[in-house]
């Protein structure tokens, strides 16, 4: 880091006023190319790019964390295509603040003027607050510009996604949070000095979030401190950034998922650190037990007997012990789960099993193996024919269980790892008694 002060920001110190406005406001990019990251759409012949180069603007859902430039960049287009520009957030706006501004685009447009209409947390509109945007956005009153930190998929009607492109903004990186610090310190009178250490401390509690650097930077300026800030003085005088996690939206649902492939791909590593994330953030350790359960039946079937068992011993183990102790029980699931010998037989022999029960309806079981209680329905038929299995060679009948209507269909083959190795010797063997009784008949 030689040369870590060298890339400060363009804005002269004297143009930075000393009044209360945030740091991150003040040196929020007026301009595309002064926004730091996203390079796959904001460089030369990225897409945003080329879309704002070309005058070609649509509407656009940026979908990314917090503090990756969502705002930023759609305050930069307007500024770039000279539209006018109007900002809300669905957090705060209700339908009247919405018809206001439409119906003043409205206006605007026939008067020859473009309107850039940026909505932040744009999934916090109902369906139809999010609908009211559809003929503005047709009649071209209004280039929106919506702002989500949620799946658009799940969170936007499928209208709006349909008449916009979705534009994903990614997690800043170090190199990046670095620039951004380099901006902050050359543009700031009396800048506080940082330890290299203290620099790469500062950028690592930022976890990707370029406004929550700033937000730091700007404490640290605050202390009117001469002397240089250390990572000690870092870790004891500001309180690190909460992480990014929702118990019901994204981040549950990608490190869940994360977890569970890692465990698929037999890397206890990996599981050990997506399950370290989803605890730090806070998910019901309940949730990660039934995921276990889930993926043990899934992934690892029958080709180890002792998967299920283990994770329900876990479950209750983290039931009586709870957080801290139990989280040693969540580990050892986890790297058991990883280290097993993997099938999904089970899993696709019960799918395919469950699309045969789907397209055959009502059928009904052959009557030879219905049990027949009453003496009308030994008239009829039921239970005629059936053998006993216990009473046949091998305790091996061979009889056909399927509806009369369908020829015996083989659904379970068993893998030759683990367990399922010896199961699958089984199925060979009743395989063969079966043929056997079929050219005895």
Same mark, same amino acid.
């Given at each position: ?26 040196? $929020? ?7 730091? =990251? ?5 460089? /030369? ?15 656009? !859902? ?20 000279? /539209?006018? +520009? ?17 119906? *003043?685009?409205?206006? $605007? +447009?026939?008067?020859? /003027? ?21 003929? +503005? ?64 401390? !500062? ?12 937000? +730091? ?63 730090? =953030? ?14 043990? *039946?899934?992934?690892? #079937?029958?080709? &180890?007997?002792?998967? /299920? ?12 012990? #709870? ?9 050892? *699931? ?30 009904? @079981?052959?009557? &030879?193996?219905?049990?027949? @209680? ?6 009829? #038929?039921?239970?005629? #024919?059936?053998?006993? &299995? ?46 056997? $009784?079929? $050219?005895?008949?």
């Amino acid at each position: 880091m030689t040369d870590l002060f060298e890339s400060v920001s363009k804005v002269p110190k004297d143009e930075i006023s000393q009044t209360n406005t945030p740091l991150a406001e003040k040196l $929020r990019p007026k301009s595309l190319n002064e926004v730091v =990251g996203q390079d796959r759409l904001l460089a /030369a012949d990225g897409q945003l790019a080329l879309m704002v180069k070309s005058s070609q603007l649509v509407s656009i !859902i940026f979908w990314g964390p917090p503090g990756v430039g969502k705002t930023t960049i759609a305050r930069a287009i307007a500024n770039e295509v000279s /539209a006018h +520009y109007e900002e809300i957030s669905a957090i705060f706006s209700g339908v009247s603040d919405l018809k206001k501004l439409l119906n *003043a685009a409205s206006v $605007r +447009y026939s008067n020859g /003027a473009r309107t850039i209409l940026f909505v932040d947390e744009i999934h916090r509109f109902n369906k139809s607050q999010q609908d009211s945007f559809l003929p +503005y956005m047709e009649n071209g009153s209004i280039i929106l510009i919506g702002a989500t930190t949620e799946n658009p998929s799940f969170e936007l009607n499928s209208a709006l996604l349909s008449r916009s492109q979705v534009l994903i903004l990614e997690r800043l990186n170090a190199e990046d949070l670095l620039k951004i610090f380099n901006r902050a310190i050359g543009s700031m009178k009396n800048a506080p000095m940082f330890s290299e250490n203290a620099i790469s401390f !500062i950028i690592e509690m930022s976890d990707g979030d370029g406004r929550s650097l700033l937000n +730091y930077i700007e404490q640290v300026a605050s202390w009117n401190s001469n002397n240089r800030v250390t990572e000690q003085d870092l870790e004891t005088r500001l309180s690190r950034r909460v992480t990014n996690y929702d118990k019901k939206g994204d981040h549950h649902y990608n490190l869940i998922s994360a977890l569970h492939k890692s465990v698929r791909g037999s890397d206890p590593d990996g599981a050990l650190y997506w399950l370290a994330r989803m605890l730090e =953030g806070g998910e019901d350790p309940s949730y990660i037990c039934r995921r276990l359960v889930r993926i043990a *039946a899934e992934d690892i #079937g029958l080709a &180890d007997l002792h998967a /299920a068992s283990i994770c329900i011993e876990t479950w209750q183990a983290y039931e009586r012990l #709870g957080s801290p102790e139990g989280d040693l029980s969540l580990a050892r *699931a986890v790297c058991y789960l990883a280290l097993a010998p993997k099938s999904n037989a089970v899993y696709k022999a019960f799918n395919s099993a469950r699309k045969l029960a789907q397209e055959t309806g009502s059928m009904p @079981p052959p009557l &030879d193996i219905l049990n027949a @209680p009453t003496q009308l329905m030994k008239e009829n #038929g039921f239970g005629d #024919g059936y053998i006993y &299995d216990h009473d046949s060679e091998n305790a091996f009948a061979g009889q056909n269980f399927f509806p009369k209507e369908l020829s015996r269909e083989v659904f379970f083959n068993p893998v030759e790892r683990g367990f399922e190795r010896e199961l699958k010797k089984r199925v060979t063997y009743f395989e063969k008694l079966r043929l056997k $009784r079929d $050219r005895n008949m």
